[in-house]
């Protein structure tokens, strides 16, 4: 493991601390140089490449300041390592630098860590996870078990030092630092560097934690078997494993997932580690069909039973004392009297006799029938109402959209969500249209034709009509296909450019109010809100202000009047789907808060074409419509005394401080809440999580869920590294990143990312790891992955954005982030890369993916990438010309249609696997992904290669090995 | 000679016209002291079925300030081809279509029987009637019901070029799209917020040129040169489909709760409906319908909060100053009725309702604009019905009852100047030489704007004699007023009609006899009336009862003859017998006297008191009582408490309300069924006879009157006893000994 130290006399990457082996140079030369990306000339390179017309070197210069911050290139400025002693990377054999190693290895093979160094891993195949995690278990297990394994190309541990990045600065001195503190780096010089000396000082990639490996071992280890959540603190299989829950007393990982299932007792320590505490949330989760939905509890008129004092639900943590009569509440200790209906003896270890047939005794969620208490104005509340609400100016016709829309709603208002088991939906629907006026319509079943009501007084909008705006879908049929039928026709002819906004909601939000009902408003809209009307806004997208400390302004809402409605609408329960088709800047930064702050979802269809979109836009639109959602919903955390939730992110709105206020809330919306220690925690007891939702479902029944989590505690931050999730650790941080951008700039947001990981792995090295060279950067075993996902939440659009990407681009991720569930972060920043033609063809199974760098591409291979928002087919420019001909049905390469999103339908086993292979991955995502077909060296590979992420990308994003080499510099610089 | 009656009736027929003096004292100070003012009674439009519209315009005289037109009171001479006027004496050339003139062969405007004359103009474009329906919605379902039957009905008996809109509105105001097939499209307005004609104009989609929705289709060709909104279009075009939208026209779905009126927008409603007509046809005769089933409870011109315990505003509250919305409503009305008079357009309100409809706030809506105003409890009763269809009924020559925008320009010879006019009209301010600096009733202008008129509307015009008592009127001179009434009439032309009269000059204190004798006092009384109604509006009850009195006894004092001391030596000639009877009767009619009326009553008969032509206006004054016996034919009688007998079966007629009366004889006759009883067919023809007067009356008169049948000890008996001299009552009853 030593590396670099021998290798690399090169003086510059001393900075880092790990040299590369030199065995590992053999790496190709491309790899993370910028060159490569150079090559580009086309219009999409970045507007500085072409203006330096220099390709090769725009990185460092665009970036020069920022880069500091961007860490691409480690670069020296920083203490230079006099040795280059690469340092060991716990769990990560590295038999030598030539050994390439299995998973994990911790240093030399021959050394086993001591225990408690290294992070239990999932390594090879043996010891499954879940054993490894009984509390208790003290002896690390060492990575070197995997050593059992095949030459895998792992992360080879100790990292070779940085050479590679040809950032290096040549001179030993290039910059003085411009700052002394450790933190400043200064910026790489790269184009100081001699081409050759690039090519040194390589890392090989094969030999750093790799996310597929991670993946794959954890899939093999723990997706046969069902998670059981009996048992307090247990790790969860990843995201990415397929795996079958079994509720024996907490929830379900698809519920609830935290950054870490063992946290430290006390606050020092938590400071310490810097590990944020935080759970990621997804109380309506859609359940795989083989779990069953929790059960619902009704307890009558006396409603759910409740601690006295801090009001948390029965649940299985509850203690019963006296024989039954009373009972301690296992969050704040306070005793209470049990009512005389729900008495029931205890057996010989204190359990009530009936725990095991009541769901609040014995199951980590379930559901609460709720009283009349639990509802507004102590009125159980009236069904939902669907309100579509219709953009019907120029755009919007000349593009198809209206009749396409029209023609979808007739078929799809068969498929609104309604409890399971009832005959058809609770839900009524209304429709509106508008323009810079509003068009609502009556279609009451009792009317020959629907009526239409137009409201031109938009600066205070209201209501036209109440009976007959909000119908049944079977028994006003006929009126609600006439009307649907006839809108297209009505506005075919219409010249009506201005569109507006506010008002529209509010006239959603006053119909729901009016009408005494929850319920959810899609629109769809077109352009920016220019009417006069409130809410009106400007163009004010200016990418000048990109890399200033005025970039927050373009994430944050042009006007107050968008926050206040979303307010009003919150208090209504009227949640906002909005489905945008913009030719231009909509401000999707102001449009998007009413959806962001009532539950709701933002599609994007930039450029709209009813040929290209359509299917994406319905299948999206089917989804959206039929998925079940709660509303009016309040949803609480409550967690045992020590710690507090404090601070929440996601798709909602807060009045005060503890309660999360979803006016809407579907399967797919995730809150993540992180805590904070106000006291100590006892090891004994662990930590205690219950989140409660108060909704009302699509039947209109006001129902509680309960999701209980019991955490262990830990007074060695050992235990807190072993038990840790990287993938929901990315969620957090990704999405404090992201709302930081709204206050603070964006280089800074990166710049606390990348501290704050540094404290973590500086506080693992320094306080778990076996005492090892300084040089070696070692990393817990359950962390190893940081780094890199990290890199990838940095370089994405939002905080580092390339020269294509958008304001509204940047504004829609950014609020798609913030909702999203940990297994959507984890595809998102890092994309699946799957190979097509490898596996045999008769598999059954997905194919094993491939890490996202160009790198790993074969020229003579077909690849299927996506990110859960786009789906890229990448072929290679020698693929074999059968292997063309039955996928595309044209003869060869050449003939492909670059930019194709749809395959032939033809009738080989080839063709057939990849379209089933591209159905299941739509499938699994909650949005459809087009396929954009991409050839090699075509122009389009430019927006695929955006999604490489190990690469150095474009807008000066560092590749996973400069990344890592940063980060190994910002730890030694913690350590020293 | 005739006798006065008759050449004063011969006048009414001819010209529409009745003076209070029919002679004319010749000096200012004389005519002051005739207590009762020179003025007349002159209904513009006058029925004259024997007066066919010559095809040809007036000829006028030249001088810019009279331009008064040739009449057969002009000097001619036929030689010279020039014509001299007799107002103001300019001497004019007769133009050259008139060049064949000569004194056989006279322009008919010339000839004495032609005094009044109907010119019918060519020039300027036609545009069709316009009817904009404003619709309430909060009503009962079967009032609903009967109102939108009526609407439907309606549409069939408009002119079929006409153009007509729906306003409807409750707690919002919807103004229909009428032009759309296979969806109805209405534009919707919140009813609590005033918005300017502008705003109104402008979310309407009226400032541009055209919606382009309808621009873009090229398919439509454009039919009629007037259709530019969507919201008015023609009868025959879209009958159809306003029927059908008048079909599914629902009760306003806004829940009421328990305790609370419905939401009525009222005010925003008319205000969009005047906004709709300002920007569209201004200065075109169109009339706004508002049919009304409550008071507007929010928004600009409410007249009463939506709380019911609170009740509407009582004659008590208005006195102790207690009706918070009233002036801020009025306002609003006032407002609106000035913009629609101004635009040439009228307002009609129907109002039926058991309780008030806030018609004492929106009066100056129909008064201003010479809209009707009608008042019932229910839309469902015949009354409405029948007064509603009579609107559009239809004169000899198939043309509608109806005018609008006339103006009225009255033209004095120089003894005489105008002191104003009461009716249904607005000054437009046209001051000139015969303009009286002493107002009566509308005053300071010598024309006024009739927007809507029917061919009873009457107004009471005012005159001063301005002639200096040194200065007399050589003999055998007469004074002339011209009435010069440009309108469009219902079959849209433009027409002009010109009524000259004449008058002798008098000189009161030689010649008082005649002018006495030339004493109109039915006129009178019905000009007297209008002065006290007039004050009434904006005076304390009890003051104008005052004035009233006080010009009685003048007058007495002045044309009565008696001796001092002695009340019984005390005798009025012929001519002013009547008189004093009528002010008595005035004096406790609901024009004056507010007890037992609402304020929205009071305003509804003074509505009607300011527009009736004389007849109608006596009977108002004092109803007419008819008595039928086995003893003869009916026969009027004394509306006293006498006339009330056991055998006698009373009808009265107090234009109002149509009361038969069955004496108590006749009453338990009636029950014991001896009507059924073929012996005694006499007494079946006795109980019918005042059923057809009745029905008679009922037929002819507009609005409609209550029917009330009634007997001897009927509740309903308090319509006669209210009406009746009191000479006998309870009090009183014995001593007379006539039980």
New interface residues.
């Given amino acids: 493991m030593q590396i670099s130290s021998a290798v690399a006399p090169a003086p510059p990457s001393s900075g880092l601390g790990y040299g590369p082996p030199t065995s590992l140079a053999s790496a190709s030369g491309s790899f993370p140089n910028s060159g490569l990306y150079g090559s580009y000339p086309q219009g999409q390179a970045s507007p500085v490449s072409q203006a330096q017309g220099h390709p090769g070197i725009q990185t460092p210069q665009r970036s020069a300041p920022s880069q500091a911050s961007s860490f691409t290139p480690p670069v020296s400025g920083g203490p230079r390592l006099p040795s280059m002693t690469g340092p060991l990377l716990p769990g990560q054999g590295f038999g030598g630098p030539s050994v390439s190693q299995p998973n994990h290895v911790s240093s030399p093979p021959p050394q086993a860590l001591p225990p408690g160094t290294q992070m239990t891993g999932p390594l090879g195949p043996p010891p499954p996870m879940h054993s490894l995690q009984q509390p208790g278990y003290q002896p690390q297990q060492n990575g070197s078990f995997g050593s059992a394994r095949g030459p895998q190309p792992n992360y080879g541990s100790p990292y070779p030092a940085a050479p590679t990045f040809g950032s290096q600065p040549g001179p030993p001195q290039p910059l003085p630092p411009k700052r002394l503190d450790p933190d400043a780096i200064p910026s790489p010089q790269l184009n100081e560097l001699p081409p050759q000396q690039k090519t040194r000082h390589r890392i090989d990639p094969d030999a750093i934690p790799s996310p597929i490996q991670v993946i794959e071992d954890d899939r093999n280890n723990r997706g046969t078997e069902p998670f059981v959540t009996g048992v307090r603190g247990q790790v969860p299989p990843l995201v990415t494993t397929n795996f079958l829950v079994k509720d024996q007393g907490n929830a379900s990982p698809r519920y609830i997932r935290c950054t870490s299932y063992n946290i430290p007792c006390t606050s020092d320590m938590a400071k310490q580690a810097q590990v944020p505490l935080a759970a990621v949330i997804k109380p309506l989760a859609t359940l795989p069909p083989d779990e069953a939905s929790p059960y619902v509890v009704d307890h009558g008129e006396s409603g759910p039973l409740r601690c006295n004092r801090c009001k948390a639900y029965m649940c299985p943590f509850m203690q019963f004392i006296e024989g039954g009569r009373r009972f301690q509440c296992c969050f704040c200790s306070c005793i209470n009297d049990v009512p005389p209906q729900y008495f029931q003896h205890l057996d010989h270890t204190g359990k009530r006799v009936d725990a095991y047939d009541r769901p609040e005794l014995s199951l980590g969620s379930y559901e609460f029938l709720a009283t009349v208490d639990y509802c507004k104005n102590n009125k159980f509340p009236s069904p939902p109402a669907f309100i579509f609400m219709i953009d019907v100016s120029y755009n919007a016709i000349r593009t198809g959209l209206v009749r396409l829309l029209c023609e979808e709603l007739k078929s799809l208002l068969d498929f609104l969500p309604r409890e399971c088991g009832a005959e058809e939906s609770a839900i009524r629907v209304g429709f509106v249209t508008y323009n810079k006026?509003l068009?609502?319509y009556n279609v009451k079943s009792s009317?020959?034709?629907?009526?239409?009501?137009?409201?031109?007084?938009v600066a205070?909008m209201?209501v036209?009509?109440?009976?007959?705006f909000l119908v049944n879908v079977n028994e006003s049929r006929a009126v609600i296909t006439?009307?649907l039928d006839?809108i297209p026709?009505?506005?075919a002819?219409?010249?009506?450019t201005e569109t507006v906004f506010v008002p529209v909601i509010q006239a959603g939000m006053e119909a729901l109010k009016a009408a005494e009902c929850a319920g959810k408003l899609f629109l769809f809209h077109t352009s920016l809100p220019i009417a006069e009307a409130p809410g009106k806004l400007k163009n004010r997208d200016d990418r000048k202000l990109i890399n200033t400390d005025k970039e927050k302004t373009l994430f944050q809402p042009q006007t107050g009047a968008y926050q206040t409605l979303a307010k009003e609408c919150v208090a209504q329960g009227c949640c906002i789907d909005l489905f945008l088709f913009p030719n231009q800047y909509v401000d999707v930064a102001t449009l998007s808060v009413v959806p962001q702050l009532t539950g709701g979802s933002v599609y994007k269809y930039a450029c709209f074409q009813v040929e290209n979109d359509q299917e994406r836009f319905l299948s999206d639109l089917r989804r959206d419509v039929q998925k079940v959602v709660g509303f009016d919903a309040v949803m609480r955390v409550r967690t045992s005394t020590g710690i507090r939730a404090v601070d929440f992110f996601g798709a909602f709105y807060m009045s005060n401080t503890t309660d999360v206020e979803l006016a809407g809330l579907d399967g797919d919306k995730t809150v993540t809440v992180e805590f904070k220690h106000d006291d100590r925690l006892n090891e004994e007891s662990g930590a205690l999580l219950q989140c409660a939702l108060l909704y009302t479902s699509c039947a209109g029944q006001r129902r509680l869920r309960i999701h209980n989590l019991a955490l262990n505690c830990c007074t060695q931050l050992a235990d807190l590294y072993r038990n840790c999730e990287t993938d929901t650790l990315i969620n957090y941080m990704a999405k404090f990143a992201y709302r930081g951008v709204l206050n603070s700039p964006v280089k800074a947001v990166r710049d606390t990312l990348i501290t704050q990981c540094a404290q973590i792995l500086a506080c693992y090295r320094k306080n778990c790891a076996s005492p090892s060279s300084a040089g070696q950067l070692i990393l817990p075993e359950c962390m190893k992955l940081l780094p890199v996902y990290l890199n990838c939440v940095l370089k994405s659009d939002v905080l580092q954005p390339g020269a294509e990407v958008t304001t509204d681009d940047r504004a829609y991720v950014r609020q798609l982030v913030t909702s999203m569930d940990v297994a959507e972060t984890n595809v998102f920043f890092y994309p699946r890369l799957l190979p097509l033609t490898k596996s045999p063809i008769e598999s059954t199974t997905e194919p094993t993916a491939v890490r996202a760098s160009e790198e790993r591409l074969s020229n003579g291979d077909i690849y299927l990438l996506e990110n859960g928002l786009n789906l890229f087919l990448w072929v290679g420019a020698s693929v074999q010309q059968g292997v063309v001909q039955s996928l595309f049905s044209v003869s060869s390469f050449s003939q492909i249609t670059s930019g194709l999103s749809v395959l032939p339908v033809l009738d080989n086993p080839l063709s057939k696997k990849v379209r089933g292979l591209i159905d299941s991955l739509r499938a699994q995502r909650s949005r459809y992904m087009k396929l954009i077909v991409v050839k090699q060296e075509d122009k389009l590979e430019m927006l695929f290669k955006h999604f490489l992420v190990e690469d150095k990308s474009l807008s000066g994003g560092a590749s996973y090995v400069d990344f890592l080499c940063h980060m190994h510099k910002e730890i030694r610089q913690l350590l020293s | 000679m005739a006798t006065y009656l008759e050449f004063i009736q011969q006048n009414e027929e001819r010209d529409g016209v009745r003076f209070s003096w029919n002679v004319w004292p010749s000096s200012r100070l004389e005519a002051t002291r005739m207590v009762v003012p020179l003025a007349c009674l002159f209904t513009p439009l006058k029925e004259r079925p024997d007066l066919p519209p010559v095809q040809y315009e007036p000829v006028l005289c030249s001088r810019p300030t009279c331009k008064a037109v040739l009449n057969p009171l002009c000097q001619v001479d036929y030689r010279a081809k020039l014509w001299a006027c007799n107002f103001c004496f300019q001497r004019n050339q007769f133009p050259p279509a008139y060049g064949g003139i000569s004194e056989v062969n006279q322009p008919a405007e010339l000839m004495p029987q032609f005094s009044t004359i109907e010119y019918m103009i060519q020039r300027g474009a036609q545009s069709p009637l316009i009817f904009l329906y404003v619709v309430d919605t909060c009503l009962e379902e079967d009032d609903l019901q009967a109102l939108k039957e009526s609407l439907q009905m309606s549409l069939s008996l408009l002119p079929p070029d006409a153009l007509v809109g729906l306003i409807t509105f409750g707690r919002m105001v919807q103004v229909h799209e009428l032009s759309c097939e296979g969806i109805s499209k209405s534009y919707v307005f919140r009813g609590t917020k005033d918005l300017t004609a502008k705003q109104i104009q402008d979310m309407l989609g009226l400032t541009k040129p055209a919606m382009p929705m309808q621009q873009a289709r090229p398919a439509q060709p454009q039919e009629h040169p007037f259709v530019s909104s969507r919201f008015l279009q023609p009868v025959h075009k879209i009958d159809m489909n306003l029927t059908d939208l008048l079909g599914e026209l629902q009760r306003d779905p806004w829940p009421v709760t328990q305790g609370k009126r419905p939401l009525r927008s009222t005010g925003v409603a008319l205000s969009i409906a005047v906004g709709l007509l300002e920007g569209t046809f201004p200065n075109t005769g169109a009339r706004i319908m508002l049919f009304t089933g409550g008071p507007p409870t929010q928004g600009p011109g409410m007249v009463v909060g939506d709380e019911l315990k609170i009740p509407i505003r009582s004659w008590h509250d208005i006195e102790k100053d207690n009706a918070r919305f009233m002036k801020k409503a009025t306002k609003h009305y006032e407002m609106l009725a000035n913009r629609t008079a101004a635009n040439g357009h009228c307002i009609d309100i129907y109002a039926c309702a058991l309780d008030q409809t806030g018609l004492l706030e929106m009066k100056c809506c129909a008064n201003l604009t010479g809209g009707y105003m009608v008042m019932g409890d229910s839309f469902n009763t015949s009354l409405f019905k029948q007064t509603f269809q009579r609107i559009f009924t239809k004169d000899f020559n198939g043309d509608f009852r109806m005018a609008f925008g006339a103006t009225l320009d009255v033209k004095t010879s120089r003894e005489l100047k105008i002191a104003g006019a009461i009716g249904p009209c607005v000054s437009l301010n046209v001051k000139g030489p015969c303009v009286s600096e002493n107002e009566l009733g509308v005053g300071g202008t010598s024309q006024w704007k009739i927007c809507g008129l029917d061919l009873t509307s009457t107004l009471g015009i005012y005159f001063e004699v301005v002639n200096q008592h040194n200065a007399p009127i050589p003999q055998g001179g007469r004074g002339a007023i011209q009435f010069v009434t440009h309108y469009q009439h219902s079959s849209t032309q433009r027409r002009i009609r010109v009524t000259t009269i004449a008058r002798n000059w008098a000189d009161a204190q030689t010649q008082l006899r005649h002018i006495e004798a030339a004493f109109d006092q039915e006129a009178a009384a019905v000009l007297m009336a209008r002065l006290g109604v007039f004050r009434a509006e904006s005076e304390e009850g009890p003051d104008v009862l005052r004035w009233l009195d006080r010009q009685l006894i003048r007058l007495c004092q002045k044309f009565g003859q008696y001796n001092k001391e002695d009340p019984a030596s005390f005798r009025l000639s012929d001519s002013f017998s009547l008189y004093p009877q009528f002010m008595f009767h005035l004096r406790r009619s609901p024009f004056l006297q507010v007890f037992n009326n609402s304020p929205d009553e009071s305003s509804y008969y003074r509505h009607h008191f300011a527009r009736q032509d004389l007849t109608q206006s006596l009977i108002m004054i004092q109803p007419i009582l008819y008595s039928y016996s086995f003893h003869g034919p009916p026969e009027p009688v004394l509306l006293d408490s006498s006339s009330i007998l056991a055998d006698k079966i009373l009808l009265m007629d107090t234009f109002f309300q149509i009361v038969i009366y069955l004496g108590e004889t006749i009453a338990q006759w009636r029950k014991a069924g001896y009507q059924d009883m073929p012996e005694y067919e006499n007494f079946k023809h006795l109980l019918q006879a005042p059923l057809d007067d009745a029905q008679e009356i009922l037929q002819a008169r507009f609005p409609m009157p209550r029917y009330i049948n009634t007997e001897h000890g009927g509740s309903q008996a308090r319509f006669l006893l209210s009406k009746v001299n009191p000479s006998q009552t309870h009090n009183n009853l014995y001593a007379w000994g006539q039980c």
């Fill in positions: 006026v068009h609502f009317l020959a034709q629907p009526q239409m009501m137009v409201v031109s007084d205070d209201f036209p009509l109440l009976d007959g006439s009307l006839q026709e009505m506005f002819d219409t010249r009506e």
